[in-house]
């Protein structure tokens, strides 16, 4: 079924979305989650919470590309996940949970900060990424957005690994010096 349908049916409140996204998109979904948790039922379960996102997101939201919209939520979920399972391993003595409350009640004009500085990077790199041609950064984008391996990226696009090594190495060696230029330190 085409993207327009299956948005249609989420805008109809259809769960009949729900399945067609899963079998269009299940499986790209799975591999975004597993990249990153290395869990397969912690990655079903970021794929199930995927599309109750997306369930809960459409309507009002109209993705204009659906594989985009729900790989980015199952990313997002996926490191969501992530960190929590590393925080609870670390959360086992009372001491961080007390720091982690106290810079709750205080750091909050820190934390606001970052987010502005967070979305004012990710707009610089988006535009990085607009200059270059479109397999690099497809490359960027495999390895750094969906955490896809050097091998997975060389077998899609029929590079060697060696050649997606170098070429990552030379993006970002790039994007460094595009980003010092717009003034940002690294």
Known sequence: MEDEKIVALYFERNENAIRESDAKYG???FSIAENILRDVEDSKECVN???LKAWNTIPPSRPKR???FLGRITRYTSIDRLRSKLAF??????FTLALDELKEGTL?????AEKIDADHLTALIEAFLDTLPVQEKNIF?????????IREIAHV??????KIK????RIRKELKTYLEKEGVSL
């Open 108 to 112: 909050q004009k820190d934390v606001i």
């Open 141 to 149: 984008v495999g390895r750094y957005f969906y955490m896809d391996s």
């Open 166 to 169: 170098s070429c990552l190495y």
């Open 66 to 68: 659906l594989n985009v």
């Open 89 to 94: 391993r670390q959360s086992a003595s009372g």
């Open 49 to 51: 919470d995927t599309y």
């Open 157 to 162: 696009t029929r590079f060697s690994e060696s």
């Open 27 to 29: 499986s790209f979904l």
